[in-house]
């Protein structure tokens, strides 16, 4: 072992403290990136897998009722792989009390190659004994506790019909089940998929010969935009409703969405760590080589060259970077383990086997001795400077002169003397005071995060449950029906308020931008389903034109009273030219919105609706109410305000556990900033405060000398850091902001107090941790070496 790293060997155990928590940064940093990616990458293999082999469809054409024929015309378009009719529609159903949705979906009679094919994870597929049979899914039939055997009774056309559960399947269509896109979370316990036999769904459903969906695989390198625009065309006669791209089907879209997000935060957060390390490395190895200057004098006299002294302190940053990978990666492996599973308690992939990654080890040990080298080789650079004559004698002090606030006599004058030393020490050495106030901006950043993203969704809830929908109940209807039919409704006891709702799809287009989007028609000056724009104000529908949410808006490129074409999938339609006439704000899903009396204008119908919104004199009457409704004809639905709220506020957990990971890492960042710049101080400042104690200061008034600068240092780091994470979290709420949902960033006076108040309690666990360096500073072993 040669003399350098021997040498080396005594530092790091004479400094093991600081050592260790750099090594802890730096560990944490390889992890999250090991991790992070290795879970983006658990998903997109299960995802990439998983559509491939039960052939995720590639569109999806929705029709009003079309002749089964309609996939023979189908599939005998060149681009076309394979095609697959059926029938999707919603029922509801009741579980001992419990009201919850289904969606009916015929497969063939006989097990085949299909479009979307499903996976039978226990029992098995269809028989010839019966017809009334059904495969659940999986999630579904464990939250309502199924049994293979059992009879599931769904209402439909206001008729209780027995159904024979007799397996549990999965399908790549349905990896997030959401009922629609005004929802978020998922909730298996109100809303689940039925899959029966295409012979019994054609009678039960009423589509006799017909079907209301056709799923398309498309032929390897076929654009799917083209093969979209090409199949409205040409089934234009058939009534088509929609053509969903399958990077719009809600599903693929959340796993999509999710999967990006991974991938994005996998690059770049843990770079804040490494720059945290980078920054604590470069003030400790400057330091080090400063107070070091002797030592390096005699190893130069002795024969080493510049290079051989660089390499001896480049060392210690290559250890650290190289331990810290090691660890790193192994403790990534396991976190990308772990996350994939969380994950997964949401998407339901087929995880057969998560793979682990070492070709992750090589980016994050390279990026990780990237960051350690610049800072060391930056701090380190000196040496080179060094003449071996001139470090064996003391260095000459530095010119003492005044700091700006001593010209200030009347502020001067009433500053005591600890405050004097202390207020000199940190604006004699400003680099380091900036370096170390680094870490504290970015620890406080990450909190002021965490505490805004669940203020974030405390708005967007109380916008969307309170202000946008502020309805009890919504149901929906098998097809259009009159406001003349809602009578039956209004008349129920309990029921003080109905209004109707008309929702179909769109395409809107503006020059070549095009957009396939919902459209909603609602009455004037609506009370239970409000359009609002950014402040939650009210937007008045107009008479003559319509109202775009922000997002569509922008997609589209289109500003108020712009022209744009509308074309509606409902059926016989043309396209029509509409005027923009108002920007609103739309947190789930993506509508275009209009008065029910210009539906004649811009869809050229009646005033016809297919669904409606209710409100109760009280909420106790709300199942009872949901009962009524799911027994009359015509009713495919029934959706409670309540069930939407509950689901959403018991799947917060993910949300807490985030925050608990924020603060965890805000606190290390935090501590191991403070410790290592506080530790650096005390070492160059031992003799001043040794010489201090002998003029009577005593331990507790020369820890004040040095935990005052530490928390001055905290609070300027604070006030950057809380502007610094208001711009953080705004830029990552809208880039997680997609077709289907919408983040607003929002921060509560609280939130801001939090953040600051537990960046100053990391700082004083930091502090306690140095009490003792500063009780066993021994003034006869300080004083008695040469200055």
């Known amino acids: 072992m040669g003399i350098l790293f021997r040498k080396l060997l005594r530092d790091i155990k004479e400094a093991k403290g600081q050592f260790i928590s750099i090594l802890i940064i730096v560990v944490l940093g390889v992890t999250l990136f090991s991790g992070i990616n290795a879970t983006f990458r658990n998903l997109t293999g299960a995802k990439t897998k998983y559509y491939e082999d039960y052939r995720f469809a590639d569109l999806w ?446 395409e809107l287009q503006n020059g070549w931008r095009k957009k396939s989007a919902a459209f909603t028609a609602l009455i004037n000056e609506p009370e239970m389903y409000r359009v609002i724009d950014k402040k939650g104000l009210s937007v008045e529908l107009p008479q003559n034109g319509i109202v775009l949410p922000d997002r569509l808006a922008k997609t589209l490129g289109v500003n108020i009273n712009d022209t744009i074409y509308l074309k509606s999938y409902l059926p016989g339609k043309e396209k029509r030219e509409v005027t923009v006439k108002g920007i609103s704000t739309q947190y789930l899903g993506l509508s275009a919105y209009a008065s029910l009396d210009n539906v004649h204008h811009i869809l050229g119908e009646g005033t016809v609706v297919n669904s409606t919104v209710i409100k109760l004199d009280s909420i106790i009457y709300e199942n009872e109410i949901k009962d009524k409704l799911r027994d009359m004809s015509k009713v495919t639905s029934v959706q409670s305000k309540t069930d939407a709220l509950d689901s959403l506020m018991k799947n917060m957990g993910a949300m807490t556990s985030s925050m608990g990971v924020f603060i965890f890492l805000a606190a290390i960042l935090s501590i191991a900033v403070v410790y290592n710049t506080a530790t650096i101080n005390i070492f160059e400042r031992q003799r001043e405060l040794a010489t201090l104690k002998v003029l009577g200061f005593k331990d507790n008034e020369i820890k004040s000398l040095i935990f005052n600068e530490n928390y001055m240092i905290t609070i300027f780091g604070i006030i950057i850091g809380l502007p610094f994470g208001y711009w953080l979290g705004d830029y990552l709420m809208s880039s997680f902001t997609s077709d289907v949902y919408s983040f607003p960033f929002e921060a509560k006076p609280f939130t801001y107090f939090l953040a600051a108040f537990l960046t100053l309690v990391f700082t004083v666990m930091a502090n306690s941790i140095l009490t003792k360096k500063i009780r066993n500073l021994s003034i006869v072993e300080v004083l008695k070496n040469r200055e």
């Open 61 to 506: 054409v929705e029709l009003y009722k079309a002749p089964k024929s309609v996939t023979e015309r189908i599939n005998s378009l060149p681009y076309v792989e394979m095609v697959t009719g059926r029938i999707v529609a919603d029922a509801g159903i009741n579980f001992e009390e419990e009201n919850a949705s289904i969606r009916f979906i015929t497969l063939p009679d006989v097990k085949n190659d299909i479009v979307n094919d499903i996976v039978i994870k226990s029992g098995r597929y269809f028989s010839d004994e019966e017809s009334s049979q059904c495969l659940v899914e999986e999630e579904f039939f464990i939250a309502h506790n199924l049994d293979l055997g059992d009879y599931i009774y769904p209402i439909v056309n206001g008729n209780e019909i027995k159904i024979k559960v007799i397996g549990t399947a999965k399908s790549p269509e349905y990896v997030y089940t959401l009922k629609d896109g005004s929802e978020l979370i998922t909730d298996s316990k109100k809303f689940g998929i039925v899959y029966i036999k295409d012979s019994f769904g054609q009678g039960l459903l009423g589509y006799n010969g017909a079907i209301n969906s056709a799923s398309i695989l498309l032929k390897d390198g076929i654009d799917t935009e083209t093969a979209a625009e090409d199949i409205k065309k040409d089934l234009r006669n058939y009534g088509v409703t929609s053509v969903i791209e399958n990077q719009d089907q809600l599903s693929n879209k959340m796993l999509s969405e999710e999967i990006r997000g991974l991938e994005s935060m996998g690059s770049s957060f843990p770079i804040v760590f490494f720059l945290v390390a980078a920054t604590i490395i470069y003030i400790m190895m400057s330091r080090m080589v400063e107070n070091q200057r002797t030592q390096i004098g005699i190893l130069k006299a002795l024969g080493f060259t510049n290079l051989q002294v660089l390499v001896h302190y480049l060392t210690y940053s290559v250890l650290l970077a190289v331990t810290g990978s090691i660890i790193g990666s192994v403790l990534g492996m396991y976190l990308g383990y772990g996350m994939t599973n969380l994950e997964n308690m949401y998407f339901h992939l087929p995880l057969e086997e998560m793979r682990i990654y070492p070709e992750l080890v090589f980016p994050a040990s390279s990026l990780t001795l990237v960051f350690c080298l610049l800072a060391g080789y930056n701090s380190c650079k000196s040496v080179f400077k060094i003449m071996p004559s001139e470090a064996m004698m003391p260095k000459a002090p530095k010119i003492g002169k005044k700091i700006f606030l001593e010209k200030v006599q009347v502020l001067w004058a009433n500053i005591n003397n600890t405050w004097r030393i202390i207020l000199r020490n940190i604006f004699r050495h400003k680099r380091r005071a900036l370096l170390t106030s680094t870490g504290i901006i970015f620890s406080t950043a990450l909190l002021f995060f965490a505490f805004s993203m669940k203020d974030s969704m405390d708005f967007m809830i109380v916008q969307q449950y309170e202000n946008i929908q502020n309805y009890d109940i919504k149901v929906n209807f098998s097809g259009l029906v009159t406001l003349e039919d809602l009578y039956s409704i209004k008349n129920l006891a309990h029921v003080t308020m109905v209004e109707p709702v008309l929702e179909t799809g769109v």
